[in-house]
T-cell receptor, first 117, second 113 residues
Framework: KAGVTQTPRYLIKTRGQQVTLSCSPI?????VSWYQQTPGQGLQFLFE???????NKGNFPGRFSGRQFSNSRSEMNVSTLELGDSALYLC????????????????FGPGTRLTVL | GDSVTQMEGPVTLSEEAFLTINCTYT??????LFWYVQYPGEGLQLLLK?????DKGSNKGFEATYRKETTSFHLEKGSVQVSDSAVYFC????????????FGTGTRLTIIP
């Protein structure tokens, strides 16, 4: 069974640009969560999508948005990039959402490393 | 709000040494607790979990016991190997609230032969 895939793996952008990252969950998984990982802040939750609906959101500005398609693939978008947005963006998928037990089955992708110059 | 405090790294040990990485938490309700591991260039992998007080999670020689009285979930391994070199994250999810994973800052472990 293929794991969670994220594209692209590396990305370099300049301040003010926008970027779209993609995540393909494990086949059959309907929940996709996104996290930002930085040396200073560690791993921070961005949002979670389940059946094309955002069911949970972290404390990030509105420049960070996402969506999920009918095939469970998800994209996240960051507009008006800032230097502080440089990070590893991780996507995780699970079968279901909404219960603590679903996180027992959460699988992470390798991440997209975004560098903002 | 929920929070996880992890032992600061980096930690460097010799092969076959005993490992402890401390983790304490603050949470509402009765959280489930997790340890994740991140190998170089990879995403996070679930290492072990515990869902209620006094539960012991174990995997690949690693163990952690859910201690409600001390709000702790320390990770231990009796004899580490070079292949255990990675970053380890303690995390929790509350059964109340918005059910999102809250992570500690991570501890980088390096094992030298």
């Amino acid at each position: 069974k293929a794991g969670v895939t994220q594209t692209p793996r590396y990305l370099i952008k300049t301040r003010g640009q926008q970027v779209t990252l993609s995540c393909s969950p494990i086949s059959g998984h309907r929940s996709v969560s996104w996290y930002q990982q930085t040396p200073g802040q560690g791993l921070q939750f961005l949002f979670e999508y389940f059946s094309e609906t955002q069911r949970n959101k972290g404390n990030f500005p509105g420049r960070f948005s996402g969506r999920q398609f009918s095939n469970s693939r998800s994209e996240m978008n960051v507009s008006t990039l800032e230097l502080g947005d440089s990070a590893l963006y991780l996507c995780a998928s699970s079968l279901e959402a909404g219960t603590a037990s679903s996180y027992n089955e959460q699988f992470f992708g390798p991440g997209t490393r975004l560098t903002v110059l | 709000g929920d929070s996880v405090t992890q032992m600061e790294g980096p930690v460097t040990l010799s092969e076959e040494a005993f490992l402890t990485i401390n983790c304490t938490y603050t949470a509402t309700g009765y959280p489930s607790l997790f340890w994740y591991v991140q190998y170089p260039g990879e995403g996070l992998q679930l290492l072990l979990k515990a869902t209620k007080a006094d539960d012991k999670g174990s995997n690949k020689g690693f163990e952690a016991t859910y201690r409600k009285e001390t709000t702790s979930f320390h990770l231990e391994k009796g004899s580490v190997q070079v292949s255990d070199s990675a970053v380890y994250f303690c995390a929790l999810i509350s059964t109340f609230g918005n059910e999102k994973l809250t992570f500690g800052t991570g501890t980088r472990l390096t094992i030298i032969p």
